[in-house]
Nanobody, 124 residues
Framework: QVQLVESGGGLVQAGGSLRLSCTPS????????MGWYRQVPGKQRDLVAR???????YVIPSVKGRVNISRDVAKHTAYLQMDSLKPEDTAVYYC??????????????????WGQGTQVTVSS
């Protein structure tokens, strides 16, 4: 079993910064991509940014220039750096990973894994 462990959310004033981190833990695994999504009550969960483990990055246009995603291959960790935060960035942020998990006698396939979510609140 693999869990995605998130950290770094919290309350920040508009214009401030936060860095979220996400690390898989548990069974042996290999990562294809990791990303961050966000969701506000009553709305769907939307992609913010994703990164392949080879280093290709996609950030949605509406946050580009304020948000960046990176990864530390050795630590199996993805980071979401958010600067110049706005009240409209307030949401629960979820880490996502597309990974192969290696378990005995089971052919590994790429599956989707989600973190538990971390609240980001930006006050005006």
């Amino acid at each position: 079993q693999v869990q995605l462990v998130e950290s770094g959310g919290g309350l920040v004033q508009a214009g401030g910064s936060l860095r979220l981190s996400c690390t898989p833990s548990g069974s042996p695994f290999s990562i294809n991509t990791m990303g961050w999504y966000r969701q506000v009550p009553g709305k769907q969960r939307d992609l913010v940014a994703r990164i392949t483990w080879g280093g290709s990055i996609y950030v949605i246009p509406s946050v580009k220039g304020r948000v960046n995603i990176s990864r530390d291959v050795a630590k199996h960790t993805a980071y979401l750096q958010m600067d110049s935060l706005k009240p409209e960035d307030t949401a629960v942020y979820y880490c996502h990973a597309a990974m192969r998990v290696y378990t005995e006698n089971v052919k590994p396939t790429v599956n989707d894994y989600w973190g538990q979510g971390t609240q980001v609140t930006v006050s005006s």
